[in-house]
């Protein structure tokens, strides 16, 4: 009910401010997570919100993919969650056993790309958790495993918004891969297959921030909207 509103609402104002992306939709979430993060974790810190941060900067980083680009793979909640508190455990870790920052920074943040990606949970903010940990931990501050606490409930509740608020504002939040149209008989099959965007990107051989699958329901899509305009005619 909610969504349906909001989309009644967002059609009422040019695309670019509340379209299927607008800047308004990802800025307000935005704005809102990392108040409701933020206040979320200083009351759960009670007495130790003095010493403890209630608030870590790479938390912005996740809110613009939670927020802006809902349906990255790189913004999913499992990659928000695991992927910045895998970094950060890394960081600390590398930062009290090592004890010198430059170092134990370097290692951090190549360490975290490889754990992230061996479990699928690739996040860029968490690179910057890595690297803050470990700076945290090797330096004058004196950073330990108690500080997972505070950047546990930050991500915890920024998750937890993202659900709320992209689900309220029509965009499934974790993102669901729209089926793809099943192909036509073959004498009408359209000009690509999957295979052939799985091969493409082999030759590419290059990242796209873009799940195959939603590639392979997005060329469909396209197909079927130029068979139509054929029909038309």
């Known amino acids: 009910m909610i969504g349906t ?24 979430g935005a704005g809102l997570a990392i108040a409701v993060a933020g206040l979320a974790t200083a009351a ?16 912005g980083a996740s809110a613009v993919l939670v927020f802006a680009v809902p349906a990255s793979p790189l913004a999913q909640p ?16 590398l930062g009290m056993l090592l004890g010198d920052p430059l170092i ?3 290692l951090a943040v190549g360490l975290a790309i490889a754990a992230m990606s061996l479990a699928r949970c690739l996040h860029p903010p968490g690179g910057a958790c890595a690297l803050l940990c470990a700076l945290g931990a090797a330096g004058p ?12 409930a930050n991500v915890l509740t920024l998750a937890a918004a993202g659900w709320v608020y992209n689900n309220a504002t029509g ?17 009408e099959r359209p000009v690509h297959t999957r295979e052939d965007i799985a091969a493409t990107l082999a030759d590419w051989d290059e990242v796209l921030d873009i799940d195959i699958d939603d590639l392979d329901a997005f060329f ?14």
Not at 142 to 152: D, E, F, K, Q, S
């Open 141 to 152: 501050e004196g950073w330990n495993l108690v500080h997972l606490g505070p950047i546990a």
């Open 5 to 28: 509103g909001w989309r009644h609402a967002a059609s009422l104002l040019p695309q670019r401010v509340l379209g299927p992306l607008g800047w308004l939709r990802g800025s307000l």
């Open 220 to 233: 469909r899509a396209v197909n079927e909207r130029v068979a139509e305009r054929g029909k038309v005619r």
């Open 78 to 93: 499992r990659s928000v969650v695991i992927g910045n508190l895998l970094s950060a455990t890394i960081g600390l870790t």
């Open 104 to 106: 134990a920074a370097s």
């Open 44 to 59: 759960l810190l009670g007495s130790e919100g003095s010493r403890l941060p209630w608030l870590v900067a790479p938390l």
């Open 171 to 187: 965009h499934r939040w974790p993102h669901v891969i729209v089926p793809a149209a099943p192909p036509p008989p073959a004498e």
